[in-house]
């Protein structure tokens, strides 16, 4: 297992073709998540880290290693930058097994002083790849291909990983899929990541900490929860609405619903059936729209999830009222309101409310 020691500081410049990036910062986050509308630089940002962008000037300090510094002439080429890099199309050698695959990168990994062997089979029991190892590339699902990108990138002795939408060509199944693993690497493997994503659900469960990227500039910077409440993110074209993210554990269950805990101390939710066994984890999103406030418990209604809160903030984004409540868990549930209902409820910190949520609007993500 590998243990990092540093942080990454990031100061790049790189100007093409009508393009600037611009991009100074310095984090220690075991995930930095790379947020921004298309065409903001994200994936250009990973290039230059990569060393696959002729023309990129600044500085790069990786693990406390020196990658570039322009001002001093270093420059390291992409093979001595120990980086673990998956881009959208994986670029896997589609007539090799997936074992060759997995080891393509093991000549770099002996460089660095790894146990070849010894990375491979604990990349293949962490991403559950024993099935696969003697299949053609050719042959695999998008799930798989995409856990074997992993794993190839893994199996290379990287000091960083650097990720490139790695769920955003998988249907919904395959993500719910594919995340676990994700998580897995995250924990296990302890190498720092940067991860460019679109997706908030995504950036809530990985990142540590999110850089938000417009036109080639850092906007902004800070904690995901933060961030994805930004004018910049709701501004963006396309952009997807919040989605609350509930780490959860199942309680029971009856024949056609689940009831789950959020978190440790958090509210009991009835949501729909959920596959695993009492006490075990699950995630679950539920979209800020889909939540209906009220001042008193109401009796007669037809949602299932009737949860007392107290606001702590209300924020005016683009023209949405989002209302954070302090439910007793670890972090709050947002919900989206008109402006009308802010004043008619009195909606303002400290005050009592209820949270009416109906179980379908509940979904499995893992």
């Known amino acids: 297992m590998s243990h990092r020691r540093d942080g990454i500081e990031l100061n790049l410049t790189l100007k093409q073709e009508g393009f600037e990036l611009r991009v100074e910062h310095q984090t220690d986050a075991r995930v930095l998540g790379v947020f921004g509308p298309s065409g903001s630089g994200k994936t250009t940002l990973l290039e230059s880290i990569a060393g696959l962008r002729a023309g990129v000037g600044g500085r790069l300090l990786v693990d406390g290693n020196l990658w570039l510094d322009s001002g001093s002439g270093v420059c390291l080429p992409p093979e001595q930058r120990r980086v673990g890099y998956v881009p959208q199309d994986h670029l896997l050698f589609p007539h090799w097994s997936v074992r060759r695959n997995l080891l393509s990168g093991s000549e770099r990994a002996g460089r660095a002083g790894m146990k070849?062997?010894?990375?491979?089979?604990?990349?293949?029991?962490?991403?559950?790849?024993?099935?696969?190892?003697?299949?053609?590339?050719?042959?695999?699902?998008?799930?798989?291909?995409?856990?074997?990108?992993?794993?190839?990138?893994?199996?290379?002795?990287p000091s960083l990983l650097l990720l490139d939408e790695p769920l955003a060509s998988l249907d919904r199944g395959l993500r719910q899929r594919v995340l676990p693993y994700l998580l897995t690497v995250r924990d296990h493997f302890r190498v720092p990541i940067l991860l460019v994503s679109h997706d908030p659900v995504e950036i809530q469960a990985l990142a540590d900490e999110v850089l938000l990227l417009r036109e080639g500039r850092m906007v902004a910077a800070g904690k995901p929860m933060d961030m994805l409440f930004r004018p910049e993110v709701y501004a963006s074209p396309g952009a997807p609405r919040f989605e609350n993210l509930l780490s959860c554990r199942i309680i029971d269950k009856e024949d056609h619903a689940t009831r789950v805990r959020v978190g440790e101390e958090g509210p009991f939710l009835m949501v729909p059936f959920v596959e695993g066994d009492p006490a075990s984890e699950v995630i679950l999103t539920l979209p800020a729209s889909d939540i209906l406030l009220a001042r008193e418990e109401p009796r007669a209604i037809s949602a299932r999830n009737r949860i007392p809160g107290k606001v702590e903030s209300v924020r005016s984004v683009e023209g949405h009222q989002l209302v954070s409540v302090d439910v007793g868990s670890s972090r709050p549930l947002v919900a989206e309101v008109t402006a009308d209902a802010v004043a008619e409820l009195n909606l303002k910190p400290g005050e009592g409310v209820f949270l009416l949520i109906k179980s379908r609007s509940i979904q499995t993500q893992l």
Not at 119 to 144: H, I, K, N, W
Request: aromatic residues 0%.
């Open 116 to 157: 070849v062997e010894s990375r491979l089979a604990d990349v293949v029991e962490t991403l559950q790849l024993q099935p696969l190892l003697d299949r053609s590339v050719a042959g695999l699902s998008g799930g798989e291909r995409q856990r074997v990108a992993l794993g190839r990138a893994l199996c290379s002795g």
